[in-house]
């Protein structure tokens, strides 16, 4: 049977802004206070969207949450109308209002861990949503995230979904952002590559000194063990806590997967040719033939990796069996990156070519290409098991673009949260998304 690697990209929501919520981050860390696009921001998605369809890639789209998420303002205590609510949060703890209001959930490579069916227990496609305990405007993403997953995968004969993990920071769990997988074919059972920054329970395990580590050994042990997958296909590797402090926050700022290819920095991980051994090992008895691309530091600085954003670049097999590279145009700005990157192609890898996106809006908040994406590996039968909403195809992405320049601004500043209007303005949007989407109710204001 035919098996495929879906793309479903976040859709940037309405209140996309800069709102310097990010510690650790460095790009949402030095933009704060910016004026955002959203409209912008959205269709830069969207063209992202489109390429990949256009090049023969199957293509979904993730919808964006409500937001300001009034409900998360009322369970800290404000209280009126929904205006009184975000009035009073705005007088009384504006960073709470900014919280409640991130389109953070466009970066659905947080959203969730999928395992593909050929490598769980149970032969069914397995979701976990991420509880993105780290921040809080990220905690609040994962009930609405649970609901848009589980409309878009509702086939329980084929998809199974769980509840994020305990919300303590012993259990944070920032899904496929630390998760890659290897395999021959993405029909075929492969090796689940999980990646923590640190052990909530065991002191061996080095950690960060300055930014946080996000991803914990044992929340990566325990999605392990919810997904039904077995010791052969699990390989755990603790990434440098040293480039965590310098900016990596996820490691697809720092390393990618896709096949039986990791391109991934050399500072990327600790104890890596244990790591690497593992996982050729591994593999190898899965049938495939695992190779890795190291980029030497003498050629690309882990500095200029988080500033041009190269390893959270999205890698996409081609029918030819070949590679292709999405990268951010940050990439091209930096000299270094981009001599890199020819070389990469002359050396005639598997690595084929490079394409460049224009992201900028999302980038300045941290997000590149691979942070935009959650990775769905299907067979004929699941991918026909999905609700066909969400699949873009030309006509959704004209009637998407339509709707996101009839109902974005396209200038967000700090004060504007504080507009009531805002609310009304996304939750008339968001409310013709789900029928765009035929997602049913999913957001909080459809549901209470
Ligand atoms: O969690 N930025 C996100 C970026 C997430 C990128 N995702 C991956 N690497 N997969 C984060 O730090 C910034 C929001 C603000 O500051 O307004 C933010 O949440």
Redesign the pocket.
């Known amino acids: 049977m035919k098996s495929f690697e879906v793309n479903f990209d976040g859709l940037v929501g309405p209140t996309h802004?800069?709102?310097?919520?990010?510690f650790g981050?460095v790009a949402?860390q030095s933009n704060?206070q910016q004026a955002s696009n959203p409209r912008e921001a959205a269709l830069q998605g969207l063209e992202k969207m489109k390429a990949l369809m256009d090049m023969g890639f199957v293509q979904g789209v993730l919808a964006p949450q409500e937001r300001p998420d009034v409900a998360a303002l009322r369970s800290l205590g404000f209280a009126g109308t929904d205006a009184q609510v975000i009035e009073r949060a705005a007088k009384e703890a504006m960073p709470l209002l900014v919280a409640s209001c991130?389109a953070?959930s466009m970066?659905v490579?947080?959203a969730a861990t999928v395992s593909p069916s050929a490598d769980t227990s149970d032969g069914r496609v397995h979701f976990t949503a991420a509880n993105l305990n780290c921040?809080y405007?990220?905690s609040i993403e994962h009930p609405t995230t649970s609901r848009v997953l589980g409309a878009m995968f509702a086939d329980q004969q084929h998809f199974a979904h769980h509840a994020a993990l305990p919300a303590v920071a012993q259990f944070g769990d920032e899904g496929a952002?630390n998760h890659t997988r290897f395999c021959r074919d993405y029909g075929e059972a492969g090796v689940e590559f999980f990646v923590f920054g640190r052990s909530a329970f065991d002191s061996r395990y080095p950690a960060p000194q300055k930014y946080p580590a996000r991803q914990t050994l044992e929340a990566s042990q325990a999605v392990a063990r919810l997904h039904g997958l077995s010791e052969e296909g699990v390989v755990f590797a603790q990434q440098n806590p040293a480039v965590i402090d310098q900016g990596v926050?996820?490691n697809?700022?720092i390393a990618v997967g896709n096949g039986e290819l990791l391109f991934h920095h050399q500072d990327a991980f600790l104890n890596t040719e244990q790591m690497l051994a593992e996982l050729h090992g591994k593999l190898a008895a899965r049938g495939g033939n695992f190779q890795s691309i190291s980029v030497p530091r003498d050629q690309v600085a882990v500095e200029d990796a988080v500033r041009s954003y190269l390893f959270?670049s999205q890698l996409l097999s081609r029918a030819d069996g070949s590679m292709l590279l999405i990268v951010p145009e940050e990439c091209r700005a930096n000299p270094r990156v981009w001599q890199y990157l020819q070389g990469l192609l002359a050396a005639g890898g598997p690595i084929r070519e490079v394409k460049v996106f224009d992201l900028k809006q999302s980038m300045q908040?941290?997000?590149g290409p691979?942070?935009l994406r959650l990775r769905v590996a299907l067979n004929e039968t699941e991918l026909a098991a999905v609700n066909p909403g969400v699949i873009m195809t030309p006509a959704l992405y004209d009637t998407l673009t339509a709707w996101v320049n009839k109902h974005y601004r396209d200038a967000l500043r700090e004060s504007d949260l504080a507009d009531p209007q805002l609310l009304l303005e996304c939750r008339t949007a968001l409310d013709e998304l789900t029928q765009i989407l035929k997602l049913g109710a999913v957001y909080p204001f459809q549901i209470n």
């Open positions: 802004n800069y709102g310097g919520l990010s981050n949402s704060s991130s953070s970066w490579a947080n921040k405007h990220r952002a926050f996820h697809d700022v959270n908040n941290g997000g691979a942070c």
